[in-house]
């Protein structure tokens, strides 16, 4: 018999720094096991009691999107309520493309933050995910992208991000540009031969392959002097301590993944500009999705124009799926002053057309659009139903319009035919 998980309940806990890095993880821990919820706003003692026999706990958040002042003012109280969750490892759950500034989603100030709060002497940071193809050798960051590998400064997508682009694959660098806090890193080569480590200030963990972001998390563990340790990490830091814990015994052998149901229709939000996000849509269009374009700087009138709305409802009425979109790729992106604000929009948008139709899949497609949007839907919490890209899992919603089952994405995650392989 396979030896259960040590006792502590929940096992394991997270903040994301926005929605669709919240499902990637909540993906991780239920597809490996581990029985886990996602709550979309910080949750009260009788939504904890509603999912008691979960394993692992997320709060997803907005905090990449969000200025340093936001988060100092905001991010304590996440952090106490995962402190009082009382679980060993709570991780702030980063992108692994790491795109941050000292002024927007700063890493830096989170790590400042969640050590205070949790008292902890140091700070492991692991950023790399080799599921998603982000590498980082020698502290320096490496992504996909186009079928080849690029250095994160040099990154066709990252290095152009419209808030947040990245100019330094050095981490540690990056990282110093946001905090004072004590930085070292340990590499690849200190990683595999056991060789000791600082323990003071933060830690940035190296990672080519699955085995390392396993010996990182092994390391992360078995080095606890804190009730509860603070890991700044990607879904690769998850997905190493799944990994870990299995080659201990604690969870069964991985098992295949429920297969998602087929939807009748699907309603998508695309406010992403990502090249993969544009080729995306496009393919749906050519697959029989009607489409329809939103201007972006009329957050305030035009999408709330009547014509727009009954557009979608007509094609939705008829059996057809439906994309809302904002632009075609980076070369159509209309800069617009306040995303938050246009993201917000778009989900109030997203909840008449839910309402009104009755459709019950959507995929949301963006960072920083999925987590301010879905917040707009009243949805409570979500659970894991099956996967569909890496990244980017079926999930159902607790609380919010009735039996919704939706899907957030970032912009680069997802092959060609992302959408209909939502829909099918």
């Known amino acids: 018999m396979t030896p259960a998980l040590p006792q502590e309940r929940p096992i394991f806990s997270y903040y994301g720094d926005d929605f669709t890095g919240s499902t990637d993880a909540l993906e991780a821990l239920a597809a490996n096991g581990v029985p886990s ?13 509603a999912f008691a026999h979960c394993r692992a706990v997320g709060i997803a958040g907005d905090s990449r999107s969000r200025s340093p002042e ?25 992108c692994s493309t790491f795109d941050s ?60 991000h419209p808030v947040t682009p990245m100019a330094e694959s050095d981490l540690l660098a990056h990282l110093r540009e946001q905090t004072a806090r ?21 830690l940035l963990f190296d990672g ?57 229709r699907l309603l ?18 050519r697959s029989g999705f009607h489409g329809i374009r939103l201007n972006p700087l009329a957050a305030g009138t035009a999408l709330h124009d009547e014509p727009i709305e009954q557009e979608a409802l007509h094609h939705l009425a008829a059996g057809r799926s439906v994309i809302l979109y904002t ?30 139709s009755g459709v019950r899949r959507i995929a949301v497609a963006g960072g920083d659009t999925a987590s301010h949007a879905v917040q707009e839907l009243a949805i409570t919490a979500l659970t894991f139903v099956a996967p569909i890209a890496p990244g980017a899992p079926l999930c159902r919603a607790h609380g919010g319009p009735p039996a ?18 939502v829909l099918s």
């Open 101 to 160: 500034s000292p002024h927007t989603g700063s890493i830096g100030r989170a790590l400042e933050i969640g050590q205070d709060v949790f008292g902890v002497p140091y700070v492991p940071i692991v950023p790399a995910a080799p599921l998603l193809l982000r590498y980082v050798v020698f502290a320096n960051l490496f992504a996909a992208a186009d079928g080849a590998i690029h250095r994160i400064d040099r990154h066709p997508t990252m290095s152009h």
């Open 182 to 202: 004590p930085l070292a890193s340990l590499n690849l080569l200190a990683l595999r031969s056991s060789a000791p480590a600082p323990s003071t200030g933060a």
């Open 404 to 421: 919704l089952e939706l899907v957030l994405k970032g912009g680069q995650v997802g092959s060609e035919t992302f959408f209909e392989d």
């Open 327 to 356: 632009a075609l790729g980076p070369r159509d992106r209309i800069p617009v002053p306040d995303r938050p604000a246009l993201a917000a929009a778009l989900g109030r948008m997203l909840q008449r057309l839910i309402t009104a």
């Open 268 to 285: 998508a939000l695309a406010g992403s500009c990502s090249p993969a996000t544009g080729r995306q849509i496009c393919h749906a269009l």
């Open 208 to 264: 080519l392959d699955p085995a390392d972001l396993a010996l990182a998390a092994g390391r992360i563990w078995e080095h606890r002097t804190t009730p509860q340790t603070f890991v700044i990490g990607s879904s690769g830091f998850t997905y190493g301590m799944l990994d870990y814990w299995r080659e201990q015994g604690w969870l069964p052998p991985s098992t295949a993944s429920p297969s998602p149901t087929h939807a009748e």
């Open 70 to 94: 936001w988060m100092r003012s905001e991010l304590p109280r996440a952090f106490e309520r995962l402190r009082t969750i009382g679980s060993p490892i709570v991780q702030y759950k980063v």
């Open 37 to 49: 919820v996602l709550f979309l706003r910080l949750p009260e003692p009788e939504h904890l009691q």
